[in-house]
Structures are given as C-alpha cells and as structure tokens.
C-alpha cells in the first residue's frame, strides 16, 4: 500500500501534537509509591482533548483510514485513566463520573479468558496485547480502590493471568529461560513502551493486594528483563521503539524517558535513571532528534511503500 494522504495527516497530528493519540504523555503528576492512586504517565490530555465526551455517554473512538470511527479499547483504558487523575487533582466530580463509564464498559467487554480484543480492527488474527491487558489492569484497580467493588480486582486478576500466558497458549507472554518479555503485539517482536505499559498493570495489582506470591514474582521477573533489554533499545544517540530496528519517533522517545523516570521512582534501580538522563539529554540535542526524526519518517515511507 502506498502512502497516503490519511497517512500523511496523520503523522503531521502527532508531529505537531494534535493527534489524541499522541498527546504528551511525561511522568504522572500524582502517583504514589505506596499506594496506588494515579497513573505513572500522564495521560491527562487524553480527556482534555476530547471535552465533548464529559457530561455525555459517549466514550473514544479512533478514525481508520476508510473514515470509519471503531472502539479502540486501549483508547477507552487510557481516557479513564486521564480522568481518574484529573478527579484526584481537581475533585470535580465530572471526572469521576468519566472514569466511572470507562471502567464500566471495560467490565462489560473482558472475554471470559480475561482478555479484550484490542487490535480486531487492523490484526483480526491477532487481536490481543499485553500493553491492553496492562492498561485495563490499571483501570481496574483504581476502580476497585475508589469503589470498594471487588469484581474489579478479580477482574484484574483475570487480565494478569491472560497476559502472563505463553504466546504459544493464546497470551502475550514470552518465556525464555528465565526471562519474561510482555508483547504489545503477539505477532511482533517486543515494543518497549508497551512492554512497560503491561509491567505497570502487574505493579500495580501487587501494590493493591500487597501480593507477596505469583503475582509479585512474575513482576520482578519481567523487570529484570526489561532491564537486561534496555541495551537493546538504544543506540548511540536515541531510543528504539521495539527490537525489530525501528527507531522511536520523538513522542515515543520522549514517552520512553518518563517511563525510566517512574520505574526508577517505583523501583529504585539506577539503571532506569541512567536511561532516563541518557534520552532525556539526547531529546534536547537537536541533532540528534533531527536525525531520528528523518530516520524514522524514512522508516514510515518504506514501510507504507512496502505494505
């Protein structure tokens, strides 16, 4: 498929940060290390962006290239997300409501197997993702944790043990010795910020039950990974989006620093500071971000050429 002027449009949004897809995602702005209260990203734009769902029913939907709006529930988990955090910064109650709605259409839509489909619309042999299953698991706990409901944290038990399944068992999870990697696509190899995304939901499921068995082992499994990974996801002057050559854009990269800025919090390991300062530097060196950002446009146009 070549390119197009959809995709063209697309990515002068999220270059020029007008894409709801792509808004600026640093470090949260109230999350605890002892409790869970906010999100660890920033996803507060989602919903200031997007004013006209408050005081509606309405949730996010995403625009394909055939000018049809689909449920992305990704998009869903985030906006809750973004709303929890705007009622704990502000108290207003409009907020809570959103969060309420989201939460509860993330209820009503988990499979059985505790699992959303989550990329139906562009993989439909291939629908399911760690970094959903994460997000969802987020979302769930601080409905549990604001609502008292214990059907949340057992749903979020179920979205833990579907994603921390094997691939090869219909899961996002891949074991290798004694690594766990969470895939953000199961037919791709591993992106990072998805990969941490999944990381977060399993903190904060252990953070919520003060786990001290599976749960907690499998998280400290899949952080040591990560962490012997992040080699990988650098070069010499920027970060890689996953571990299949593509360069990160600047959103992404600077997604990737606020990451290693909350791990680091959360976890107290100086190697996410290390990767934190080394991008965060390497984002403010123009010359470096022109490079990537060339990189990767050239990444784009061959892959769409290609398609």
């Not at 004013?51 to 988990?77: C, H, M, Q, R, S």
């Not at 749903?155 to 010795?177: C, H, L, N, W």
């Not at 895939?183 to 941490?196: C, D, F, Q, R, S």
């Not at 252990?206 to 080699?231: C, F, H, N, R, S």
């Amino acid at each position: 498929m070549a390119l197009t002027l959809y995709n063209i449009k697309k990515w002068y949004k999220m270059v020029t940060g007008k894409s709801v897809l792509h808004v600026n995602q640093d470090i949260g702005k109230c999350f605890s290390t002892t409790e869970v209260k906010g999100y660890y990203n920033n996803l507060t734009d989602k919903v200031r962006m997007q004013p006209e769902l408050l005081g509606t029913d309405a949730l996010p939907k995403i625009a394909l290239e055939n000018g049809k709006e689909v449920i992305f529930p990704v998009a869903i988990f985030q906006y809750g997300l973004g709303a929890y955090d705007l009622y704990l910064m502000t108290g207003d109650e409009q907020y809570r409501e959103k969060f309420l709605q989201c939460v509860e259409w993330t209820s009503d839509h988990q499979e059985p197997t505790g699992a959303w489909k989550n990329f139906s619309h562009i993989y439909p042999d291939h629908p399911y993702g760690a970094m959903a299953q994460g997000e969802a698991i987020s979302l769930l706990v601080r409905a549990y944790i604001s609502t008292g409901i214990s059907k949340y944290l057992e749903q979020a038990k179920m979205s833990i043990d579907f994603m921390i399944k094997p691939v090869s068992e219909g899961g996002t999870a891949i074991y290798r010795d004694n690594e766990l990697i969470l895939l953000e696509y199961t037919h791709k190899p591993a992106v990072m910020n998805g990969w941490i995304f999944a990381l977060f939901g399993i903190y904060d499921y252990v953070l919520a039950t003060q786990d001290e068995g599976k749960y907690k082992e499998t998280m400290l499994q899949t952080i040591e990974t990560l962490k012997k990974y992040l080699p990988r996801f650098s070069n010499s002057f920027w970060s890689m989006y996953d571990l299949d050559g593509h360069y990160a854009s600047p959103f992404y990269h600077h997604l990737h620093v606020a990451q290693m800025q909350a791990l680091y919090q959360l976890t107290q390991q100086d190697i996410f500071n290390e990767y934190a300062k080394r991008w965060e530097n390497e984002y403010r060196n123009p010359i470096k971000k022109g490079t990537a950002f060339l990189i990767k446009a050239f990444q784009k146009i061959i892959e769409r050429n290609n398609a």
